[in-house]
């Protein structure tokens, strides 16, 4: 009896305890796990996501950081601290009165989504993950969007197993050179439409390990990569993506993009513009193309190189093919 009343004790102190503590405790401990009759993958060890930013320096005027998807329960919010101060801020937003070189983040609430987190965020120029435990996020959509000095992201720490919407997640990063995703797992992931539309800067990106199997949408993709000039996407799977509208488009310094046979067309119902003011290409592999499902390909190769159109007859060969192109596209 006292055994039993110590076990359910233990379990109520457990529950009602900061989990945070309790889960320190036990969490490596499998006795205690099976005397307490717990399921440790039943709590979140929430405080294991921690962000840690470098705004501009000088900064005049306000800015926020968008925190739209901390859970609603009481005593649920995002801790930022000064690195130059011992003062804790309870708040979400500074002003130009404060004197700030690096915020640490610490979430300490359920967080299933990063759902607009710094986006419009124009007063950071550099974001690290320093930590991040967590695998159940499941929506980034809009994350950096409109982030327009940040030039740095370690993401190298980052978990993206249970994402499955990336939708804008760059979109309008126009101070980032270079972005290193190979961290990211992206099996889950349905949605990369404007993923990077309008990172006019970036010049490096390595997609190696994205896995877009279950992609249905890659509108705007790359739209607007002005300074991209090579493109691997040799990796790249998209039987299921359906719309490849304007996906290149106004990639002008774009002289390369790498596709494999799995870059599928199959299901694509959408390509119009989709290679409109790539100016720079001088080839496109695209023998493996199929374009029977294909509604509309309006201007596909608008404002493209006439090289580009000779080989691409070249490379085609079928004569009612190319007429289908000259009939549907503005090629020349």
């Not at 110590?6 to 900061?18: A, E, T």
């Not at 962000?51 to 925190?67: A, H, Q």
């Not at 390509?271 to 493996?288: N, P």
Request: aromatic content about 14%.
């Amino acid at each position: 009896m006292e055994n039993i009343r110590s076990k359910y004790i233990l379990k109520q102190i457990f529950s009602k305890i900061k989990i945070n503590i309790c889960l320190n405790v036990i969490k490596y401990n499998k006795n205690l796990q099976q005397k307490l009759d717990i399921d440790i993958n039943a709590y979140k060890d929430y405080t294991q996501i921690e962000i840690e930013v470098i705004p501009i320096k000088n900064i005049e005027g306000t800015f926020r950081l968008s925190i739209y998807n901390i859970s609603k329960k009481k005593h649920k919010y995002c801790h930022t601290y000064f690195n130059n101060s011992n003062e804790e801020i309870k708040r979400d937003y500074f002003t130009h009165n404060d004197i700030i070189n690096k915020i640490n983040i610490i979430f300490d609430g359920p967080i299933y989504s990063f759902h607009e987190l710094f986006r419009g965020c124009d007063y950071f120029e550099s974001i690290n993950f320093i930590k991040f435990n967590r695998t159940n996020i499941i929506d980034m959509h809009k994350m950096f969007s409109g982030c327009l000095n940040l030039k740095e992201i370690n993401l190298s720490n980052f978990k993206t197993d249970s994402v499955t919407n990336m939708q804008n997640m760059f979109a309008g990063c126009k101070s980032l050179v270079e972005l290193n995703l190979s961290s990211f797992n992206t099996k889950n992931v349905t949605n990369m439409k404007n993923m990077f539309s309008w990172c006019s800067s970036l010049k490096k990106i390595d997609l190696s390990s994205f896995n877009t199997n279950n992609v249905i949408d890659m509108t705007k993709m790359f739209n607007a990569c002005l300074s991209l000039k090579n493109l691997n996407l040799s990796n790249f799977n998209t039987y299921n993506v359906t719309n490849m509208k304007l996906m290149f488009k106004l990639c002008c310094s774009l002289k390369e993009i790498k596709f494999s046979s799995n870059f599928k067309t199959d299901n694509v119902t959408n390509m119009k513009y989709m290679f409109s003011h790539c100016s720079s290409l001088q080839d496109l592999r695209i023998s493996h193309f199929n374009f029977n499902n294909v509604i509309n390909m309006r201007c596909i190769f608008q404002y493209c190189s006439w090289e580009l159109k000779e080989k691409l007859e070249d490379q085609i060969g079928d004569f009612e093919i190319i007429k289908y192109f000259k009939l549907r596209t503005n090629i020349y």
